[in-house]
Every structure is written in structure tokens, then in C-alpha cells.
């Protein structure tokens, strides 16, 4: 079956501080991956996405590459800002139909 | 407004009663799926919706969940006979199905269930 698993939080980062939030995935056939993003108060919301192996998907200055040889998708960033605080979920699907979502990673960011 | 609209926010009720929550999704997403999410977990798939028909329910943990969208639009999670085990936060989201799949769902900020 489908799943996904991701690094535990919280993490607690400096600003400035370069962030992986590590992500694996166990998938049937060939998914799509993702990382939702839920800022506070706000509903989750896509960051990026990658469709295929080797395939990079970025935005905000995350980014995350699809590596199918170790079935991994983790999120870096190379300066994080106080306001990239926010539970960041891992995601993958093989249709309209499902996503498979991982825990969630809090992620605090200090000034 | 132009986002998923949930409600309502918050919702407390009783054992053993029946709970309705509502989604309003973006105007002209065709597909329409209900998330549960507990404490320090995942959303987990609850139902998909393309259209007014019910694709896939397969996520809908028994028969005391029930979900519509009669006219393909604003849908509606209902739950009979409510157990403490229910407490959750339901998301909504829509999404576009016109241009492909692009795999971008749009969530609203989800309607907090607790059953005493």
C-alpha cells in the first residue's frame, strides 16, 4: 500500500539556520509527492510538488527532490525565516482520488 | 470569499448525537474530497467527490458517516450516533479537475468535532 513517513518534530531553528525535514514514502506504483504547508490559523496549503523521478519542485526557497532509488522527498531550505514557522506535512498520490499524508513537522523558527 | 469555507469552526456535542459540518469549495472546483485529522496525526481520506457523485468513499471508517453534494457544489459530512473516538478536526478541500491533475488541493481551515 501507499504511505509516507516523516521526520518527528518540533524542530526549533535559528533564523538564518538551513532546514531538512527528512521524508520516505512506500507507493504501489509511480506517485506524485508534495509538501503541504499549514501556517497558523490557516488551512493547508501545497509548497511544492514533484511529478517524477529526479524531478525538483521549489517555491519560498524550499525545495525537495524526488529520488526514487531511496523512495525520499525531504524538504531543505537554506535561510530560514521566522515567518517559514508552520507544520509541514509530506504528501504523495497516485490518482485524484487519494493522498497519503505523513504526521506533520512543527517547525519553530527564532529570531 | 474565494477560499473553502468550513462550518462550523468548532462544534461540541454529546455522545450519541447527530452532527452535520459543511463545505462550501472554491466556485467551479468539480472535485470535492473530506479529510479527518486527529491530534498530532495526518489528514486521513475520508470521501472524494467529482461532481455530485460520491467516487470514492472507501475512507469513511463506518456507516455512521455519511456524506453528500447534491448539486455539485456545497457538501455536506454527516455523523450519526457521534462516539468520543470522533473527536477530530474535519478538513475540506476542493480542487480543479478541468486542466488535469495538478494535485493541488485547496483545504479549508476545518470544523473542530468534540464529543463529550
Known amino acids: 500500500g501507499n504511505s509516507v513517513t516523516q521526520m518527528e518534530g518540533p524542530v526549533t531553528l535559528s533564523e538564518e539556520a538551513f532546514l531538512t525535514i527528512n521524508c520516505t514514502y512506500t507507493?504501489?506504483?509511480?506517485?506524485?509527492l508534495f509538501w503541504y504547508v499549514q501556517y497558523p490559523g490557516e488551512g493547508l496549503q501545497l509548497l511544492l510538488k514533484?511529478?517524477?523521478?529526479?524531478d525538483k519542485g521549489s517555491n519560498k526557497g524550499f525545495e525537495a527532490t524526488y529520488r526514487k532509488e531511496t523512495t525520499s522527498f525531504h524538504l531543505e531550505k537554506g535561510s530560514v525565516q521566522v515567518s517559514d514557522s508552520a507544520v509541514y506535512f509530506c504528501?504523495?498520490?497516485?490518482?485524484?482520488?487519494?493522498?497519503?499524508f505523513g504526521t506533520g513537522t512543527s517547525l519553530t523558527v527564532i529570531p | 470569499g474565494a477560499g473553502v469555507s468550513q462550518t462550523p469552526s468548532n462544534k461540541v456535542t454529546e455522545k450519541g448525537k447527530y452532527v452535520e459540518l459543511r463545505c462550501d469549495p472554491i466556485?467551479?472546483?468539480?472535485?470535492l474530497y473530506w479529510y479527518r485529522q486527529s491530534l498530532g496525526q495526518g489528514p486521513e481520506f475520508l470521501i472524494y467527490?467529482?461532481?455530485?457523485?460520491?467516487?470514492?468513499d472507501s475512507g469513511l471508517p463506518n456507516d455512521r458517516f455519511f456524506a453528500v453534494r447534491p448539486e455539485g457544489s456545497v457538501s455536506t459530512l454527516k455523523i450519526q450516533r457521534t462516539e468520543r473516538g470522533d473527536s477530530a478536526v474535519y478538513l475540506c478541500?476542493?480542487?480543479?479537475?478541468?486542466?488535469?491533475?495538478?494535485?493541488?488541493?485547496?483545504f479549508g481551515e476545518g470544523s473542530r468535532l468534540t464529543v463529550l
Open positions: 478541500a476542493s480542487s480543479s479537475t478541468d486542466t488535469g491533475f495538478t494535485g493541488e488541493l485547496f
Open positions: 507507493a504501489t506504483g509511480y506517485p506524485s
Open positions: 514533484a511529478t517524477k523521478a529526479d
Open positions: 504528501a504523495l498520490s497516485d490518482s485524484y482520488n487519494q493522498f497519503y
Open positions: 466556485s467551479g472546483h468539480t472535485a
Open positions: 467527490f467529482q461532481g455530485t457523485g460520491a467516487a470514492d
